[in-house]
């Protein structure tokens, strides 16, 4: 399987076109941003502020990482489990998130989302923080820096790799994974 090549911002055209299982490289800006970002954001919009940062077209890494050694850009950016930012997703989706990188499943809500808005979950591996690393060129703290490695980063990112687990049309890699499976 090719793996295609995807630069943020992505567009719903963009992500109409793939499916679970799919190989991409992620090129561009992304974000970074774990639960406590999360909340602080749901919360701007809760009070009627703008946000820190415009979500249209964007992808959200869910990612908490090292500190950077000398001559490092970043430290180890391994994912971290997607479904504790599912009580905030599908605000953010509505918003105009393209795209979310974590590891584990999402719920229904966010699937649902996904669905009506035009927005994708890519898994990165888990295990390959040191390598995932490596395809990130910038980092800067862009928002919430009192959280630590929890604050939103802005990434530079070429040729990141990740798979496809939640497409447009509500397919679910993990789901549909778990039926080869069941059935062999």
Known sequence: MTK????????DEDVRKLRIGQKVLLNGVIYTGRDAAHKKLVELLNNGQELPLDLHGQIIYYVGPSPAKPEQVIGSAGPTTSGRMDLYAPRLIALGLKGMVGK??????????MKQHKAVYFA?????????????KQCEVVAYPELGPEAIHRLEVENMPVIVVNDTLGGDLYAEGTKIYATS
């Open 4 to 11: 295609i090549k995807l630069t943020t911002p992505i567009s």
């Open 104 to 113: 584990g499943k999402r719920s229904p809500e966010v699937i649902k989302a």
């Open 124 to 136: 990165a591996v888990g295990g390959a923080a040191a390598l995932i690393s490596k395809c990130i």
